[in-house]
């Protein structure tokens, strides 16, 4: 057994060797200071005429100097293809382009009108690109998101791309806000992509609700309101705060999790679909009912009145949806085909719209903080 072993090591050194002799060329490395890395990447186009459009595709890298000091440029590259933008871009820098490290993808607004199957294409055949990149919509032009400057960052792509991952602790958003999220979504049935919609404001860039898709094209963006509403009841396992307010002084704030279960019935073509909401959380501040921390019957109230007020704010986001949005915003159309079987060709928006979709929530409280004063 040993001299078998001897005869492995040996074939094993003798193969390293030959490469290393022979191989050297072909395995040439780049220094850091040669390369222009990537942290964010911007799409948009330019529309040229009827039915032609030119592809914008600017990014945000870093590139390293000799005596250790980062400087963060914008370069844009134009083309009547994606592909072609890469050859536009090159010939205005001398570095070697590296795309592997991009934290994030930001798409104009009118390019995801337009369809983004060509982002999400030219990126699934590219084995470089960083399938864990946000991708979002932005209102208006991407390069003005990538220029923005942000107190304490070194560019605006990490800045933004802090901004959706923190995101998951309010407002019901979860995590599924990639580019490889996009992959997988984009042409399955039943299923469809979202990503967090970003605009410029006074106080800096916000999160100014949720853009849903068609297949590749946007369809739908929401406001803040609506996309609370909808992460609930999308979504499994998110956090946020709920609020029941008479005025300025009296209200309550609650920090909860939010668990959902769909369940879906088909009766002579009919699909009826039950969500299950049960959400537990904590009291953030008490303003509004007296004796929580003493007493069961405030606590009891309380959950009584937000089950009744997330229900209804919930009826009416699904009354909208169907009769305004007529998307399946919620992907009811995934948990009917998972129980009833895929390929049918039906519509899933359609059905989804003119099918019966009941809320039932449940509310309750575990912690009440550190209690009175």
């Known amino acids: 057994m040993k001299k078998y072993m001897n005869i492995i090591l040996n074939v094993f050194l003798c193969s390293t060797l ?3 002799i022979f191989g050297g060329e072909k395995n040439k490395t780049h220094s850091v200071e040669d390369l222009g890395i990537s942290v964010g990447v911007g799409i948009g186009i330019n529309k040229n005429g009827e039915g032609n459009i030119i592809y914008r595709v600017s990014t945000n890298a870093n590139e390293y100097k000799e005596d250790g000091t980062v400087e963060t440029l914008l370069g844009t590259g134009i083309g009547s293809t994606i592909g072609k933008t890469r050859e536009n871009r090159q010939k205005k820098t001398g570095k070697d382009f590296f795309l592997g490290l991009s ?7 009118e390019y995801a009108k337009y369809g983004i199957r060509d982002l999400i294409d030219v990126n699934f ?4 690109v960083n399938d864990n990149a946000f991708l979002v919509v932005c209102k208006g032009r991407n390069e003005d998101y990538l220029k923005y400057t942000s107190t304490g960052y070194d560019n605006s792509a990490e800045y933004i791309s802090d901004m959706i991952k923190n995101s998951v602790n309010y407002n019901f958003f979860k995590e599924d806000y990639m580019v490889k999220d ?8 039943g299923k469809n992509v979202v990503s967090p919609y970003i605009e410029i404001m006074e106080d800096g860039i916000k999160i100014k609700g949720m853009a849903v898709f068609n297949k590749d094209k946007l369809a739908v963006i929401l406001d803040t309101k609506d996309t609370k509403i909808m992460n609930m009841l999308r979504e499994n396992k ?5 609020t029941i307010q008479k ?3 009296e209200y309550v704030n609650y920090s909860a999790e939010s668990k959902r279960k769909i369940t879906c019935k088909k009766i002579d073509g ?3 679909f039950i969500i299950d909401l049960d959400l537990k959380g904590e009291i953030v501040n008490n303003g509004l009912y007296e004796g929580m921390t003493v007493k069961t019957e405030p606590i009891q109230k309380f959950e009584d009145d937000m089950s009744k007020q997330v229900e209804n704010m919930c009826i009416g986001f699904l009354d909208k949806m169907k009769k305004e949005y007529k998307v399946d915003l919620l992907q009811l159309g995934w948990v009917a085909t998972a129980k009833y079987g895929r390929d049918t060709g039906v ?16 509310v309750h409280v575990d912690k009440l903080g550190r209690g009175q004063y």
Do not use: H, P, Q, R
């Open 347 to 362: 519509d899933w928006n359609e059905v989804v719209s003119n099918s019966e979709i009941k809320v039932n929530v449940k």
């Open 247 to 249: 005025n300025s002084k």
């Open 182 to 189: 996009a992959f997988l979504s984009i042409d399955a049935e």
């Open 18 to 20: 030959i490469m290393v």
């Open 238 to 242: 998110v956090k946020g705060i709920l």
């Open 103 to 109: 934290k994030i993808y930001i798409v104009d607004e």
């Open 270 to 272: 009919k699909y009826t």
């Open 125 to 128: 055949k590219n084995s470089v």
